[in-house]
């Protein structure tokens, strides 16, 4: 048929749209517009409201983000030290790192000791430092819906016992649909023999259920957990510190069989005057180390080609700086890393070859800088704390 | 004999919509349609079937759409030349009135062809993505159910949105 018959005007359906239809298109729609769409009527309210939607909305965005950088943001937590109201600071995360907007946190945060722990599909995962006192604030936080979820903790630990570290990992579990967290507290109870003074208690935190459990019969060897966990293949990893050996280590922590292992770093002279991050490059579990020579900085990038096989370590790449002393502060999906130098701030693209000043103030760790996407969840959660 | 050969070759169905045109479609077209495949695999298909739902107008274009997907697939072109084709044609194909998009939409669900219910619906997206909440309501022939009050407070729920 002639294409311009199909120009013609018809007038609108007289009846009304399919229901199930309707939710695959507003499904498919970004988070603003969908918001938007709640005051159409009562009946898009719920629907878009429903924990069905929210879930299949969010299993959309992962399908269409693949190759759709629109929805793709760095995280910048800026914290109250000038007076200015703390907020979260939206960045372009593909090509020019600027400002897109801004979000107030909220007020009665503990806003000075605040650490991101992660970010996965619209969640951002917020930890206070006195999770390492008695008493644990842990936040799920969706900056853009202004959601924020207090997340509260069973068990306290025993007063008898010195804390070692307390780590918390953050990850989505996209067969269930749920969000994850792992809590990890490491004791030394003294009163015990050397070989069994270490003690590790491990649970996980599930959003659905809203619920933690222990895992039994974890035995941690003498380590130290520092950072943020990074997830790859299901698992999430940590560098670990073998506090008596003096060496790196990575422990791995499989989501779906809930076991511990422990992984070898690549072979690398300088490990002991480097801190050794772990990055995601490119879907591989990466290792990113900066050493300083007194003269240059050299910025290395190992990447384990297969998860899980100490031999598939690769040195990707080998980049020599003529500059200070190099901190990575972040990994970005478009394989370029942000990272400082005493004052400034930069990214470097590998594939490139090329570092730019992305003018953002010095942030020395990776804790106020994440990757971050949109979504809609705890859309259909009540917010647990005051907004400013 | 060759005659019979040659039907089995070439087997062919015909599609009835709801106003009661006749399509004649090939098999590797009318495969296309998730509930005519099926019907075949299960030995059910009979070569007459009635679309209850579709119009003609809108059948014509189903059978156009999957007529060219079927052609691109099957044709001799290398894989990302087949894709390229089949992107313009999907887009060029999407260019038609919003009313039509919807009930093309409804047809692909109904009929069970996925590739053009996803189309369909990206495209949907993308027209509803800017549009004020009294264009989508005519859009989609919904009517505001909201007292002035409950509108004023789903706004604002979720004040940042309209800004």
Known sequence: ?388 | MSSSTELTEKKVFLLKSLDGVIFEVEESVAVQLEVIRELIEGDCARPFISLYNVTSEILALVIEYCKHHAETCSGGTSATIADEDLKTFDNEFMNVDENILLELCSAADYLDIKSLFELTCRTLASLIKDRTIIEVRKMFNVENDFSVVEEKAVRKEFAWAFK
């Open chain 1, 1 to 388: 048929m002639p294409r311009n018959s199909r120009k013609r005007k018809t007038k609108a359906p007289d009846k009304h749209f399919p229901e199930g239809i309707l939710f695959d298109i507003v499904s498919r729609l970004p988070v603003k517009s969908v918001v938007r769409c709640t005051t159409v009527s009562k009946s898009w309210y719920a629907l878009i409201k429903s924990r069905d939607f929210i879930a299949t909305h969010v299993k959309q965005s992962i399908a269409s983000n693949i190759n759709d950088d629109s929805s793709h943001y760095i995280l910048d937590l800026l914290l109250d030290e000038h007076g200015d109201k703390p907020c979260v600071v939206l960045r372009d995360n593909v090509v020019s790192f600027d400002p897109v907007y801004s979000v107030d946190l909220p007020m009665d945060f503990e806003l000075r000791k605040c650490k991101m722990v992660g970010s996965c599909n619209g969640l951002v995962c917020l930890t206070g430092t006195s999770c390492f006192a008695d008493g644990c604030l842990i936040y799920l936080w969706n900056p853009l819906l202004r959601r924020i979820k207090r997340i509260s903790c069973t068990s306290s630990c025993c007063n008898r016992l010195y804390r070692k570290f307390t780590n918390v990992g953050f990850w989505y579990d996209n067969e269930k649909n749920d969000y994850k967290l792992i809590m990890i507290r490491h004791y030394i109870n003294k009163g015990l023999p050397q070989n069994d003074k270490e003690q590790s208690q491990v649970e996980l935190y599930s959003l659905y259920t809203a619920s933690w459990r222990k895992i039994d019969d974890v035995k941690m060897p003498g380590i130290l957990l520092d950072g943020a966990a990074v997830f790859v293949d299901g698992s999430l990893n940590w560098i670990a510190y073998h506090s008596l050996e003096r060496t790196y280590s990575i422990l791995s922590f499989d989501t779906r069989l809930e076991v511990f292992r422990e992984m070898k770093l690549p072979n690398y002279d300088h490990y002991n005057s480097v801190i050794p991050y772990l990055v995601v490059y490119k879907g591989c579990l990466a290792l990113f180390v900066a050493h300083c020579t007194g003269e240059e900085d050299v910025l290395s990038l190992w990447v384990m080609k297969e998860f899980g096989l100490a031999e598939s370590w690769l040195e990707e790449y080998h980049v020599v700086f003529e500059v200070d002393c190099i901190f990575s502060v972040g990994f970005t999906k478009n394989s370029v890393i942000i990272y400082a130098t005493y004052d400034e701030m930069f990214v470097y693209d590998f594939e490139k070859k090329q570092s730019r000043d992305i003018g953002l103030g010095f942030r020395c760790d990776a804790d106020s800088l994440v990757e971050y996407t949109e979504s809609l969840v705890l859309l259909d959660e009540k917010n647990e704390l005051q907004e400013n």
